[in-house]
């Protein structure tokens, strides 16, 4: 199963900014979210992560991690990923 995986990183005003994954485990974006911190050096813990899978599709699948995870980074640095882009793979700690 193909998918597309959007991601919007927004400064948040909230005192604990908001984390909102749609058609993904909210846990599992809270340990991505940790992982891309430790190991990326991009800190998203005063930004609002938003995380959609397009289409209304609930992804379980592990492998969706890295989609996921170069979603946020690319929102996060303001830098898209080229249009050709086809990514899959789990992450772990």
Request: charged letters at 20%; a neutral charge.
């Given at each position: ?85 086809a990514l899959f793979g789990e992450v772990g700690l």
């Open positions: 199963l193909l998918v597309e995986v959007q991601a919007l990183v927004d400064a948040s005003p909230l005192a604990n900014p908001r984390r909102v994954a749609l058609g993904l485990d909210g846990g599992r974006m809270a340990m991505l979210l940790a992982v891309l911190h430790r190991h990326g050096g991009a800190a998203v813990y005063d930004q609002d992560v938003f995380v959609n899978i397009v289409g209304g599709i609930r992804v379980q699948e592990t492998a969706a991690d890295l989609p996921v995870l170069l979603a946020v980074h690319s929102s996060f640095r303001d830098r898209a990923l080229t249009g050709k882009t």
